[in-house]
Nanobody, 123 residues
Framework: HVQLVESGGGLVQPGGSLRLSCVTS????????LGWFRQAPGKEREAVAA????????YYADSVRGRFTISRNSSKDTVHLQMNNLKPEDTAMYYC?????????????????WGQGTQVTVS
């Protein structure tokens, strides 16, 4: 059973930074892509960034490109999302999710494993 645990959310002022982390318990290689999604109140969940665990391929939404950076550790069991120059419109619940295979743009239905989410508030 694959588990994903997010951490690092919080309250930050506009222009500030936060670093989200996602630790996965996948020991079966069922997950080859980890992504970050977000959902703001009253809005649909959207893909923010994704990374292929076995290569350099990454994805960024246009709204965050140049401000957010996704990275993974060498063990491929932890993914980070460095968020700089945060804006009020970045306020949302952020979810880490795992899929087998990488697609650009990510399709939510491909992500079978989801964390509980971590709240990011920019105000």
């Amino acid at each position: 059973h694959v588990q994903l645990v997010e951490s690092g959310g919080g309250l930050v002022q506009p222009g500030g930074s936060l670093r989200l982390s996602c630790v996965t318990s996948d020991y079966s290689d069922a997950v080859t892509c980890l992504g970050w999604f977000r959902q703001a109140p009253g809005k649909e969940r959207e893909a923010v960034a994704a990374i292929y665990l076995y290569g350099p391929t990454v994805y960024y939404a246009d709204s965050v490109r140049g401000r957010f950076t996704i990275s993974r550790n060498s063990s491929k069991d932890t993914v980070h999302l460095q968020m700089n120059n945060l804006k009020p419109e970045d306020t949302a619940m952020y979810y880490c999710a795992g899929a087998r295979g990488f697609r650009d743009p990510p399709r939510q239905r491909d992500f079978k494993y989801w964390g509980q989410g971590t709240q990011v508030t920019v105000s």
